[in-house]
């Protein structure tokens, strides 16, 4: 079992920053860690992923050149760093694990553990 616990939402203004994080009850080896966001009455829709053991990424198309996902091994937590930010990137994000395979999953059933979800808003 693995538990996830999300940090760093906030208000922001458009074009600002705001770096998330999500830290992992134990050593996330052999997993994938993704971060996906959510609107009142939208489907939860998936924003980046990387594979804990290789490294390797994937991002939607929405936020490629604006977030970075990185991942800090002594901590166990993989982070979000998100600049240029827009209005339409206002979410609850979630942060999700799910143990590796050779496609990155991007559909929220592939993920088994997801955390609570942390707020984030882009003022105009």
């Known amino acids: 079992q693995v538990q996830l616990v999300e940090s760093g939402g906030g208000l922001v203004q458009s074009g600002g920053s705001l770096r998330l994080s999500c830290a992992a009850s134990?050593?996330?080896?052999?997993?994938?860690m993704g971060w996906f966001r959510q609107t009142p009455g939208k489907e939860r829709e998936f924003v980046v992923a990387?594979?804990?053991?290789?490294?390797?990424?994937i991002y939607a198309d929405v936020v490629k050149g604006r977030f970075t996902i990185s991942r800090d091994n002594a901590k166990n937590t993989v982070s979000l760093q998100m600049n240029s930010l827009k209005p339409e990137d206002t979410a609850v994000y979630y942060c999700?694990?799910?143990?590796?395979?050779?496609?990155?999953?991007?559909?929220?059933?592939?993920?088994?553990?997801w955390g609570q979800g942390t707020q984030v808003t882009v003022s105009s």
């Open positions: 990387l594979d804990w053991t290789s490294g390797n990424k």
């Open positions: 999700a694990a799910r143990l590796s395979v050779v496609i990155i999953p991007t559909t929220t059933e592939e993920y088994n553990y």
């Open positions: 134990g050593p996330p080896f052999n997993y994938v």
